[in-house]
């Protein structure tokens, strides 16, 4: 009777856990209603876009799931095919007769609207008359998609104006766009918004000058480890590769400073030797130039033809003026530039 007893309880137990388990991994979704006419397909397409660099990619392995638009405009699209943590979504319907991953941008059949999204998500679509079909739809249930909007229209923002030529004058406002795009960025609390808002600025060209930034988000989102944050990562460099540069950067400025230190030393060595050199005489100067060819004081005496005291006392006069003391150090006296 025990063992009835006790196997009842662990069978109810595994019960109570599946049934806690299945509750806490119910997926969310995405409803709504769409305004269409006839020329619509009665259907609506998620596709699942694992990097913000396939922003419009359109292929059948992207489209994850579909549901079907009732004749009210009424759809409903279950999530549990999308990871748990934040996803970025491309909802699209398509025109009667049209392939399913078929894409319209720019125009006034434009098919789709972005939406960025967990498992656990329930989020409305509604829209209104007119075209885009997207254009005006109302989000329930996802308040960041107004700064997710805030993000699309601050990037479009210097293309819409007349510049009327003046490259400055757009270069100017396409860099305060990209701070302000930078500010978003940085006090979003949600990751793919976050990092939505730096896709649409030039982060590459920008992290050449402002490098700092860069590396604080990074470390900021390090913990992130989805495909849209390792994608991101891999267009930086490493810190090791970093490190390594920052080395041999390092290395190389020591080299050439080493370099120059001693092309100064050199120069100024030479230049005292020089100054000692200008404190000879002209006779001086030619007994110098003798010594150091290996004369003797006799084939001195001979070539200048003067005394052999006088080429003694001549030699010690250069001694003293240069600072040496044997003849030796007078041959290893680099001065035959001077000379000459």
């Known amino acids: 009777m025990n063992n009835i007893l006790r196997n009842t309880i662990a069978i109810l137990f595994l019960i109570f856990c599946s049934q806690i388990?299945?509750?806490?991994?119910?997926?969310?979704?995405?409803?709504?209603?769409?305004?269409?006419?006839?020329?619509w397909e009665r259907k609506i397409y998620v596709s699942y876009i694992k990097t913000f660099d396939k922003e419009y990619a359109v292929s059948n392995d992207l489209i994850i799931t579909s549901a079907v638009i009732d004749s009210l405009g009424n759809f409903k699209i279950d999530l549990d095919k999308i990871p748990e943590k934040w996803s970025f979504l491309r909802l699209h319907i398509v025109k009667k007769g049209v392939s399913p991953n078929s894409l319209v941008i720019g125009s006034r059949d434009e098919n789709f609207i972005f939406l960025i999204a967990k498992r656990d998500s329930r989020i409305g679509i509604f829209n209104t008359e007119g075209l885009p079909i997207f254009s005006n739809s109302r989000i329930e249930g996802a308040d960041y998609m107004n700064t997710v909007d805030h993000i699309k229209g601050l990037?479009?923002?210097?293309?819409?104006?007349d510049y009327e030529n003046s490259i400055i004058e757009k270069e100017f406002i396409v860099e305060v766009v990209s701070e302000?795009?930078?500010?978003?960025?940085?006090?979003s609390s949600i990751p793919l918004v976050s990092l939505y808002a730096i896709y649409k600025t030039d982060?590459?060209?920008?992290?050449?000058e402002n490098p700092v930034f860069y590396e604080n988000y990074l470390s900021k989102w390090e913990k992130e480890n989805s495909s849209y944050f390792k994608s991101f990562r891999q267009k930086f460099p490493t810190r090791e590769s970093s490190f390594k540069t920052n080395k041999i950067s390092l290395y190389i400025i020591f080299l050439a400073g080493a370099v120059v230190v001693l092309l100064i030393g050199a120069l100024?060595?030479?230049k005292i030797k020089n100054q000692k050199i200008k404190k000879l005489s002209v006779q001086?100067?030619?007994i110098f130039d003798l010594v150091q060819n290996g004369y003797s004081n006799k084939e001195i005496s001979n070539e200048c033809n003067i005394e052999l005291t006088t080429v003694k006392s001549h030699i010690g006069?250069?001694?003293?003026?240069?600072?040496?003391?044997?003849?030796?150090?007078?041959?290893?006296?680099?001065t035959r530039s001077f000379l000459k």
């Open 284 to 286: 001086e100067r030619k």
């Open 155 to 161: 990037s479009k923002y210097p293309n819409s104006i």
């Open 180 to 187: 302000k795009l930078k500010v978003v960025a940085d006090t």
């Open 268 to 270: 100024i060595y030479f």
């Open 21 to 39: 388990k299945a509750f806490s991994e119910n997926p969310g979704e995405i409803y709504g209603k769409l305004i269409l006419d006839d020329t």
């Open 203 to 208: 982060f590459q060209s920008d992290y050449i």
């Open 317 to 334: 006069s250069i001694y003293s003026k240069l600072k040496i003391k044997s003849r030796k150090e007078a041959m290893n006296f680099k």
